[in-house]
């Protein structure tokens, strides 16, 4: 008789990969989500500087068995002032994020955070010289527009969090891009391998200065960031492996859904009508530049910056 977890991995093998992918994907979605929660939740004792510096500790922490597994051979390479740069991006980009999430509502934060894609389209076509033709165009008009919708300019006062969601959000494409650049001589686990390792102390500098010690059931919050985040990640990944981006992206928007709902059960938090219009218009342009980058890479025709807009966000 096989054991249940030999059961389990039978029928783990016979579900359809594009069925994989779009579980993997919400899984990704309700991690990311409770992941935020958690920080907003720690943010009201300890600065977001500090809980950026854990989430990227304990993630790091979760990796381990993955680095004990491969050795120092992941490290060797010749670009290393390219991966430095990326990390430093990539703090300045989560210690913005960071932020925003203790004075946002988690609905908005995660809305305003479909800016990124939009935001790499526009450096691909400024530092590497992508063309950029008439539907992309207007996605990203549609998508732009949508942020303007949530945070309207001139109807309200701009928020601090809306700005520091936008930054963030535009600096990460940054990192979009330089990802793409080392990826036409680096693999993948070399890239993951010196994010991990260069983010901890990096992040460790800002939090330095606002330094208090974590007590009690803080720590438990900590780990819990840090191993969710980086589990997101990693259930992101594994989303694109199993299937097209075109069928996994548009669960993407569920964060929006389960932002909204811890928002409001843990923190009282009601988004306006506006938040959602605004969070589907973002979508909807993101989601059509992915698919038309999708069926210009299944044709053989991709330029290095276009696989990097399904990368992961900065959390």
Do not use: C
């Not at 993948?188 to 390792?197: H, Q, R």
Request: proline share 6%; aromatic share 12%; glycine share 8%.
């Amino acid at each position: 008789m096989p054991s249940p977890i030999a059961t389990l991995r039978h029928a783990y093998q016979r579900v359809p990969n594009i069925a994989l992918g779009m579980m993997f994907m919400v899984l990704s979605t309700i991690g990311f989500a409770s992941m935020h929660g958690g920080v907003r939740h720690l943010s009201a004792d300890l600065h977001p500087f500090e809980i950026a510096f854990f989430r990227n500790l304990f993630g790091f922490v979760a990796l381990l068995p993955w680095f004990l597994r491969l050795g120092v051979a992941p490290l060797r390479t010749d670009r290393f002032g390219l991966y430095l740069l990326r990390a430093l991006v990539n703090v300045v980009a989560m210690m913005m994020f960071f932020y925003a999430v203790s004075i946002t509502p988690l609905a908005e934060l995660q809305a305003l955070g479909f800016t990124a894609p939009l935001f790499a389209t526009v450096l691909a076509m400024v530092f590497l010289g992508e063309r950029v033709r008439l539907r992309r165009w207007t996605a990203l008009i549609v998508g732009f527009t949508g942020a303007m919708l949530i945070i309207r300019p001139g109807f309200e006062e701009v928020s601090l969090g809306s700005i520091l969601v936008l930054g963030s959000s535009a600096i990460w494409s940054l990192a979009l891009i330089i990802i793409k650049v080392l990826s036409r001589t680096e693999s993948s686990v070399t890239i993951t391998a010196y994010m991990v390792l260069l983010m901890t102390p990096l992040s460790l500098i800002p939090a330095y200065f606002v330094w208090q010690w974590p007590v009690g059931e803080q720590w438990l919050w900590l780990v819990a960031v840090g191993v969710v985040g980086t589990l997101s990640q990693m259930a992101m990944a594994q989303s694109f492996r199993f299937a097209d981006a075109t069928a996994v992206l548009p669960l993407d928007f569920t964060k929006l859904i389960w932002g909204a709902a811890i928002g409001y059960l843990a923190f009282a938090e009601i988004p306006d009508i506006w938040t959602w219009i605004g969070g589907i218009t973002i979508f909807s342009g993101a989601t059509y530049i992915a698919y038309r980058e999708s069926k210009i890479r299944r044709a053989g025709q991709v330029s290095p910056a276009r696989a990097a807009k399904s990368t992961p966000p900065p959390t």
